[in-house]
């Protein structure tokens, strides 16, 4: 079982940016797709990104795109979120998330998921 553990979040003004990282305590790294998922209050848990296994193909809602960058290095066993750009409704708490890995990268179905890192982009 994969322990996953975020760093990153916090306070920034809207237009600019924040990396979140996320830790995974699993030697067989390589064997997970990994993904970043948010949950705004009152609203329920969205997918924002997603990357394969060996990090060739991502994946991200489209409100993001273009603004985020997902990306892993499985040397280290770890998986960071690049957000520029920041507007006042990306805020919420991100969530790191794995599941084993699969021929199609998914964007539900995730079977691991962190604490969570609250972002906050004021206006």
């Known amino acids: 079982q994969v322990q996953l553990v975020e760093s990153g979040g916090g306070l920034v003004q809207a237009g600019g940016s924040l990396r979140l990282s996320c830790a995974a305590s699993?030697?067989?790294?390589?064997?997970?797709?990994m993904g970043w998922f948010r949950q705004a209050p009152g609203k329920e848990r969205e997918f924002v990104a997603a990357?394969?296994?060996?990090?060739?193909?991502?994946k991200y809602v489209d409100s993001v795109k273009g603004r985020f960058t997902i990306y892993r290095d499985n040397a280290k066993n770890m998986v960071y979120l690049q957000m520029n750009s920041l507007k006042p409704e990306d805020t919420a708490v991100y969530y790191c998330?794995?599941?084993?890995?699969?021929?199609?990268?998914?964007?539900?179905?995730?079977?691991?998921w962190g604490q969570g890192t609250q972002v906050t982009v004021s206006s």
């Open positions: 990357v394969r296994w060996s990090g060739g193909v991502t």
């Open positions: 699993e030697g067989t790294f390589s064997s997970y797709d």
């Open positions: 998330a794995a599941r084993p890995r699969s021929i199609l990268l998914a964007t539900t179905n995730y079977a691991y």
